[in-house]
């Protein structure tokens, strides 16, 4: 009877199972999945390559046809499994949560709406520093007549004015 010898793994080397590399390549199926369902101008939003640019071309021509658009899709996984596809899920993260992205910008800009009411010419200067674009006699009168309204109780035309204009310059 022989005897084993013992696996030394040197402890710097990663190995990697043919199991993760297949689960690998199926998430990167189903992001190339995701980006064909993508109509023409969410796509132009995503920084993708000139290969898979062209290959999404093909996938639109080839929908219909089962296994041709499959084995696409398999490609377009290869290119995107060799490109910086964490970015492009990032950026398609996005995209598909534009909604709460858009919702969590607005508290952020009612945020600063209130701060400047509450503060006045201290949190206007910061502002004025801070982003360009705004005009600060504008700004002061806004802030001055939405501080009016919240005194009375009756926020208005002064106060959404105000959240319009912050909106309109401050990009977040």
Do not use: W
């Not at 189903?30 to 369902?37: A, F, H, V």
């Amino acid at each position: 009877m022989k005897k084993r010898g013992k696996k030394f793994i040197d402890e710097d080397i990663l190995i990697v199972s043919k199991t993760e590399i297949k689960n690998d390549m199926k998430d990167m199926q189903k992001l190339g999945e995701q980006i064909c369902k993508l109509n023409h101008k969410q796509r132009a939003k995503l920084t993708l390559n000139e290969e898979i640019e062209a290959a999404l071309i093909i996938a639109d021509k080839i929908k219909g046809k089962h296994d041709a658009y499959h084995r696409n899709v398999q490609f377009i996984a290869k290119q995107l499994f060799e490109s910086d596809y964490e970015a492009i899920q990032a950026q398609l993260d996005k995209l598909n949560n534009k909604h709460a992205q858009e919702h969590i910008n607005n508290s952020k800009l009612e945020a600063v709406r209130d701060q400047l009411i509450a503060q006045g010419d201290i949190k206007i200067d910061e502002i004025l520093t801070e982003y360009d674009g705004f005009e600060r006699q504008r700004m002061r009168q806004l802030v001055r007549q939405a501080a009016k309204e919240v005194k009375q109780e009756k926020p208005g035309k002064s106060f959404k004015e105000l959240f319009k204009y912050l909106k309109e310059n401050i990009v977040l």
